[in-house]
């Protein structure tokens, strides 16, 4: 029986995502989700802890316990809005800046790699991905 494409997609995404995780606790000994959110923080610098939680398609309750760890490690802050006296903004402190920076660009060098052994266009592989994640998420009017 042939497998079908979704199916496909779904293991490709897991097996990446624990790839990823497995290879940034050996270099890091950060875990992937810990990571996405530095790189997260990073992107989008100011962010608040409930836009980060739909962002990365979290509960509130599961980014606020990630955030106390990443704190308690030293990677990011937060503080009171300004603007919102009941929401939380979020920023990576330097230390959090530096492990985004080598996390990120480490993951992209493996995922170049992989392309690479497994003779994928990289340029046209972002593309079509981009195409499919634009054409699920946009909304039809």
């Known amino acids: 029986m042939q497998e079908s494409l ?3 997609l779904h293991r490709l995404v897991f097996a990446l995502d ?6 940034l606790r050996d270099q890091f000994n950060i ?5 996405l959110v530095l790189v997260m923080l990073q992107d989008q610098p100011g962010i608040t802890q409930h836009q980060l939680a739909q962002t990365l398609g979290h509960t ?14 030293g990677y990011v802050t937060s503080q009171t ?12 402190t330097l230390k959090g800046q530096k492990l985004a920076r080598q ?3 480490y ?6 790699s ?3 052994a497994a003779n994928v266009d990289g340029t046209l592989y972002d593309q079509l991905t981009k195409q499919l994640y634009s054409a699920l998420t946009t909304k039809k009017n």
């Open 6 to 8: 979704t199916y496909t």
């Open 60 to 73: 509130d309750p599961a980014v606020s316990a990630i955030l106390l760890e990443l704190a308690r490690d």
């Open 81 to 92: 809005s300004p603007l919102h006296k009941r929401k939380k903004e979020v920023q990576l």
């Open 114 to 116: 992989l392309l690479l």
């Open 103 to 105: 996390a990120h660009a």
């Open 18 to 23: 624990r790839a990823a995780d497995s290879l």
């Open 31 to 35: 875990s992937y989700s810990r990571a």
């Open 107 to 112: 993951l992209n060098q493996k995922f170049d």
